[in-house]
């Protein structure tokens, strides 16, 4: 006895696949959280009962009927006006997903609409932009997105929900400015850039990026923002800058104090090959940085003009004055 029912049942649920399978609905969900299943009806139906089964839609896979408005984690609207009735489905676990049917009563046999639910982690993602700032700047993150959601909005939030992203966005591109937060949407480019002024430790932590479509899951990318102390890096950058004044300095006075050296000694009679060896030896001077000037400047003591090329500013203002002392 249980053959024929069994039969016509699945006769039933084969009918209902060849005559829905062009009209499937497909919607996607987050793990944990809720989701929209809206199914239309034609005109003429608004006052007859629908609802949400499971499986092969005997009374034991109905989900939720419109009669009842709420059970378990289902509930159930229907909106005459527009003729569509949406049953929403909270707290979505693996199980969940698969096939479903909305149905409408009626004398006979009932109408049938597929449904096919899927499912994708809450979380995103796997791969984040990492970004380094400091506290009290401003940082600008960049959020690329593809050419065909130019017009589409775009949004940040905080964490990495994307269910809860765009109901907690901390800015979206209808507002552009929010308190530290400023939007900015480079159609050209495909991108926009998020920029976060006067940035605090607690800035640290986790962003979505976001765009909004309209009959799909919004699409994201996620960034890794870290604050660093701004005091660690103003130790860093201090010390080099001062080594590198100290060394600076440090080489400017010892040219110019060679120099000056030099141009006493040339501001004498052109050396004499005697005094030349005597100062390479040190002997007259005893200053064996002098000497090695000292031998520099006597190879340019053969010319009128020194060989600018090979001398420095400094060296060549001095010898200028050499040669002005020397010619007189
Ligand atoms: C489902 O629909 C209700 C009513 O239109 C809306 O408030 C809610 O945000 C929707 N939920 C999702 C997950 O789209």
Redesign the pocket.
């Known amino acids: 006895m249980w053959i024929l029912p069994n039969l016509l049942f699945t006769l039933c649920i084969a009918l209902r696949c060849v005559t829905s399978a062009v009209g499937v609905i497909h919607v996607t969900?987050y793990m944990g959280?809720?989701?929209?299943v809206s199914c239309s009806y034609r005109q003429g139906y608004e006052y007859y009962e629908k609802y949400l089964c499971k499986n092969g839609c005997g009374n034991s896979d109905v989900l939720i009927k419109t009669s009842e408005s709420r059970k378990n984690k289902y509930v159930i609207?229907d909106d005459k006006t527009a003729r569509i009735f949406?049953t929403?489905i909270f707290d979505l676990h693996s199980v969940d997903a698969g096939k479903y049917w909305c149905g409408v009563s009626k004398f006979g046999k009932d109408i049938y609409t597929e449904v096919e639910l899927k499912l994708m982690p809450d979380s995103c993602c796997d791969n984040m932009n990492k970004i380094e700032s400091y506290e009290g700047y401003s940082e600008s993150i960049s959020c690329p997105y593809e050419s065909q959601y130019q017009n589409n909005l775009k949004y940040m939030c905080r964490g990495n929900q994307r269910?809860t992203c765009r109901r907690q966005a901390l800015i979206t591109s209808h507002s552009r400015q929010h308190g530290r937060f400023r939007l900015d949407d480079d159609k050209i480019s495909g991108k926009f850039t998020v920029t976060i002024n006067s940035l605090t430790k607690s800035d640290s932590g986790s962003y979505l990026c976001g765009v909004q479509r309209n009959s799909d899951l919004d699409v994201f990318s996620a960034v890794e923002l870290e604050v660093k102390e701004a005091v660690h890096y103003a130790a860093y950058a201090v010390v080099p800058v001062v080594l590198l004044i100290c060394v600076l300095v440090i080489i400017y006075k010892y040219k110019c104090y060679n120099v000056r050296a030099t141009e006493a000694v040339m501001s004498r009679n052109t050396p004499k090959a005697e005094d030349v060896i005597n100062a390479e030896e040190g002997g007259i001077y005893g200053n064996q940085e002098f000497v090695v000037t000292f031998k520099q400047q006597s190879a340019l003591n053969h010319f009128d003009e020194p060989d600018y090329e090979n001398v420095t500013t400094e060296e060549r203002y001095c010898n200028e004055n050499y040669h002005k002392a020397h010619r007189r």
Not at 33 to 36: A, K, T
Request: hydrophobic residues 10%; negative net charge.
């Open positions: 969900g959280s809720e989701i929209n609207h949406t929403t269910s």
